[in-house]
């Protein structure tokens, strides 16, 4: 997905036509929710505005105001209630935190089967989000609350905080630090965990081990077992799916071709039950679904047939 910068004016516009996509609805929603000062300055918009604080057609609302601009740059008061319209949804969210000081609630962002997103979280940290990846967080700046659940694959840069640790929690894993950069792998539908550090140090807690990582440090666990085994790998092969490389350091192709239909999007069936244990190493770049399946399958002597509903069939090489 493009890495661009976004212009957040076009972002709602589109949004107000049907025409945003979905990165662009996260980008949006992310920095509406997580910018305190934003957050005030809209609730008291609200509260200021009679037709919407008693509840009026925020979908006519938003055409006038769409119309009233038509051509021409959305004005700042504009802007910020138009956004205010379009996520309505949070405004109880909003004036729930901001006045009455209840507890947080955990607020989600996922991205689907073959997207990639970055977010912000509130206490500053940064987590790109790679595809079919679902992230709740917990953020609370007085009592230093930095709490993250996650479904999926990520990268964290997580923003130092010598008080109050970043804690990522995969169930019965729990990985926490204070301050650094690592990828965590942790779909629900995969037998194993994987916890990689790039720099600084962080503890991987489960019921039966305390292990504190260091740089360069892989960690891996068994689901079923409760066992973790670790061992030094070089970090940024574990973090370059962010530039779009897929690397492929000794794992079966049972296990490769599951990283690619979620990368694409699309069903990769294996029909040789004698391929799923086969393992493979090495590196491509992501791009054309069917290249990548052509190296793959060249490498490992099988062939590939795409449906018409994009189902993938993987069977071993009649020539053999």
């Known amino acids: 997905m493009n890495q661009h910068k976004y212009d957040i004016t076009n972002i709602v516009e589109n949004s107000l036509r049907g025409d945003a996509s979905p990165e662009e609805m996260m980008l949006l929603s992310n920095w509406v929710i997580t910018d305190k000062h934003l957050n005030?300055?809209?609730?008291?918009?609200?509260?200021?505005?009679?037709?919407?604080?008693?509840?009026?057609?925020?979908?006519?609302?938003?055409?006038?105001?769409?119309?009233?601009?038509?051509?021409?740059?959305?004005?700042?008061?504009?802007?910020?209630?138009?956004?205010?319209?379009?996520?309505?949804?949070?405004?109880?969210?909003?004036?729930?935190?901001?006045?009455?000081?209840?507890?947080?609630?955990?607020?989600?962002?996922?991205?689907?089967?073959g997207e990639k997103s970055r977010v912000t979280l509130p206490d500053g940290s940064s987590v790109m989000l790679n595809s079919k990846t679902q992230l709740s967080y917990l953020y609370d700046d007085e009592k230093g609350l930095r709490n993250v659940k996650l479904n999926g694959e990520a990268w964290f840069d997580v923003k130092t905080d010598s008080k109050h640790p970043f804690i990522v929690d995969c169930d019965n894993l729990k990985v926490e630090c204070r301050g650094t950069e690592f990828n965590v792998t942790a779909y629900q539908d995969d037998e194993t965990v994987t916890v990689v550090l790039k720099d600084g140090n962080i503890n991987a807690v489960s019921a039966r081990d305390n292990v504190e990582m260091r740089p360069g440090m892989l960690l891996q666990y068994d689901r079923t077992s409760g066992h973790v085994n670790t061992d030094m790998v070089t970090a940024s092969d574990y973090c370059d799916w962010k530039k779009g490389e897929i690397h492929c350091d000794n794992i079966t192709l049972e296990a490769l071709f599951k990283r690619l239909s979620r990368t694409y999007?699309?069903?990769?069936?294996i029909q040789t039950p004698s391929l799923r244990s086969e393992r493979v190493y090495g590196m491509m770049l992501e791009g054309d679904l069917s290249h990548v399946l052509d190296i793959v399958c060249e490498a490992c002597g099988m062939e590939y047939r795409i449906e018409k509903d994009k189902s993938v069939y993987v069977f071993k090489s009649h020539a053999e």
């Open 40 to 113: 005030e300055w809209v609730v008291e918009e609200i509260a200021s505005q009679p037709p919407v604080a008693k509840g009026a057609d925020l979908d006519h609302i938003c055409q006038n105001i769409m119309k009233e601009n038509s051509g021409r740059k959305v004005s700042l008061k504009y802007f910020l209630l138009t956004i205010a319209a379009l996520f309505a949804g949070f405004g109880a969210f909003w004036i729930m935190n901001i006045e009455h000081q209840e507890p947080l609630h955990p607020l989600t962002v996922r991205t689907m089967e």
């Open 265 to 269: 999007g699309v069903p990769i069936h």
